[in-house]
């Protein structure tokens, strides 16, 4: 009598897939990070774009600087005061100062705003606090 084959996969085989797929994983997941990383760039790029336009709107309009984020989410600048991208905090560093926009501004307050994040971008080589 023949003895007849098992039908299923052997230990080696079952091995060698489970090791092929941890090897393509291997080689997934830094690209993943990178992608993920540019997108929370990208994000902050954004986000500060948008509060230094609600600045300077804002101050042409009022003839004054703002004196805190919150006061451009309370004239309706901004809807609200975005999360930083890096921090995952809204703990905006911002940058006050007396330059005139305008020759009817009467005073000085944030100029600018920067990421409270001092690490560096690896896409550009500078610190997100200097954005």
């Given at each position: ?23 393509l ?98 896409f ?8």
């Amino acid at each position: 009598m023949r003895r007849q084959r098992e039908k299923g996969f052997t230990l080696i085989e079952l091995m060698i897939v489970i090791t092929i797929i941890l090897i393509l994983l291997g080689m997934a997941a830094p690209r993943y990070e990178k992608s993920v990383l540019k997108a929370r760039e990208a994000r902050l790029h954004q986000d500060l774009s948008a509060m230094r336009t609600a600045i300077d709107n804002y101050t042409l309009d009022k003839e004054a600087a703002p004196q805190s984020l919150e006061d451009l989410v309370q004239a309706g600048y901004l809807r609200g005061i975005p999360v930083d991208a890096m921090t995952q905090q809204k703990d905006w560093q911002t940058t006050f100062g007396d330059t005139v926009l305008s020759p009817d501004q009467v005073s000085g307050g944030i100029q600018d705003v920067h990421s409270n994040s001092a690490t560096v971008s690896p896409f550009e080589g500078t610190a997100y606090n200097t954005w």
